[in-house]
């Protein structure tokens, strides 16, 4: 695991860009794996803008998300579906139709989270799989447990993610209380993975991650295991390391 300390979120946010800008560069058919939350967005902003003046070219590449709230439809503003549009896929040379997102709106779960897993597999894995991670050391929506998740599963979302979540929602009983995740084998088999973490909220799950013992209590840590994984956060997300 490699460590890359930024100063802020904004330098954070361009390192995080040019490191997903040159995966596009140098396989312009690239399968990526993003993530949705907030830490993503600087990068994604600095994507759109490298995108609008010809450096990085979207058009072959595939994405596949994490995850998706369960019971909420493709066009629901607070979908992981709307948000890529949003922030992203809208606003990129990206062929829509080679951009993926589990089926929230699909209320067998077991029909959504196989078939999802059919794709990702198909498609060879990510190249490069972005990922935030949660103030309990959640990445996806796999939150802790008692042992690492395999292949694209439903999951009952914990009461701090639901809180920390719902500061995107207008009341906290708005947040969806499940989830479909990519599980941490499929996560792990990208073949490098990029965290970015930002702010004094992440410190804790940030240095475990890092430096705890590889336990799925934090799912965040079996990145320890990854040959070909960096971390690029800010000084408050590294505090504590
Ligand atoms: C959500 C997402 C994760 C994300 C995490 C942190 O729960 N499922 O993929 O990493 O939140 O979000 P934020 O970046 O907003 O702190």
């Known amino acids: 695991m490699r460590i890359v300390r930024t100063t802020d979120y904004k330098d954070m946010s361009r390192k995080a860009a040019n490191v997903i800008s040159a995966q ?10 993003l993530a949705t939350g907030t830490t993503p967005l600087g990068a994604y902003s600095q994507l759109v803008e490298w995108c609008d003046k010809g450096d990085v070219d979207f058009s072959n590449v595939s994405t596949y998300n994490l995850d998706e709230y369960r019971g909420l439809t493709n066009d629901d503003p607070q979908s992981y ?37 059919r794709m990702v597999r198909e498609a060879g894995y ?7 991670i949660g103030n309990n050391g959640h990445i996806g929506f796999n939150e ?20 920390a979540n719902s500061r995107l929602f207008e009341r906290e009983e708005d947040v969806p ?10 996560i ?32 965040a840590s079996i990145l320890q295991l ?9 000084e408050a997300a590294l505090s504590r390391c």
């Open 24 to 33: 596009v560069i140098m396989k312009p058919d690239c399968v990526l794996g």
């Open 81 to 117: 579906h709307y948000f890529m549009r949003q922030n992203l896929f809208d606003k990129v040379n990206i062929d829509l139709a080679r951009t993926h997102v589990p089926d929230g709106s699909n209320p067998d779960a077991e029909a959504a989270c196989s078939e999802y897993d």
């Open 126 to 132: 990510p190249d490069l799989q972005l990922l935030g």
């Open 144 to 163: 802790p447990d008692s042992c690492f998740s395999k292949g694209t599963h439903c999951v009952n979302l914990t009461e701090s993610t639901i809180k």
């Open 177 to 186: 209380r499940q989830a479909y995740t990519m599980g941490v084998q499929t």
């Open 188 to 219: 792990m088999y990208a073949r490098m993975i990029l965290v970015i973490a930002s702010g004094e909220a992440k410190a804790d799950a940030v240095y475990r991650m890092c430096y705890g013992p590889v336990d799925p209590d934090c799912p």
């Open 226 to 234: 990854h040959t070909n994984c960096v971390v690029i956060a800010d």
